[in-house]
Nanobody, 121 residues
Framework: QVQLVESGGGLVQAGGSLRLSCAASGSIFRIHRMGWYRQVPGKQRELVATITSSGNTNYADSVKGRFTISRDNAKNTVYVQMNSLKPEDTAVYYC???????????????WGKGTLVTVSS
């Protein structure tokens, strides 16, 4: 079993910043891609940003230039620094990781329970 625990959500005014963290624990052999997704009620979950084990990143167009994803492989932790926040960034943010639990297993998707980010205007 693998657990992902997010932290760092909260209420912030437009133009402010927040930093989300997500720590993975459990039966981890290797973590491949890690990332952040977000969801608002009534809409599909959407990509925010992802980062591979070698540090290659991918961002949604809506957050490029404002959000920065990073990871600490030694701590099995992924971060997203969110700057210049807008009310439309309000959502529940979910951590995702593709984790191999043994040396010969394929990676499987794991999700955190989510953390709420609210940006007031």
């Amino acid at each position: 079993q693998v657990q992902l625990v997010e932290s760092g959500g909260g209420l912030v005014q437009a133009g402010g910043s927040l930093r989300l963290s997500c720590a993975a624990s459990g039966s981890i052999f290797r973590i491949h891609r890690m990332g952040w997704y977000r969801q608002v009620p009534g809409k599909q979950r959407e990509l925010v940003a992802t980062i591979t084990s070698s540090g290659n990143t991918n961002y949604a167009d809506s957050v490029k230039g404002r959000f920065t994803i990073s990871r600490d492989n030694a701590k099995n932790t992924v971060y997203v620094q969110m700057n210049s926040l807008k009310p439309e960034d309000t959502a529940v943010y979910y951590c995702n990781a593709v984790v191999a639990t043994t040396w010969n297993s394929n990676g499987m998707d794991y999700w955190g329970k989510g953390t709420l980010v609210t940006v007031s205007s």
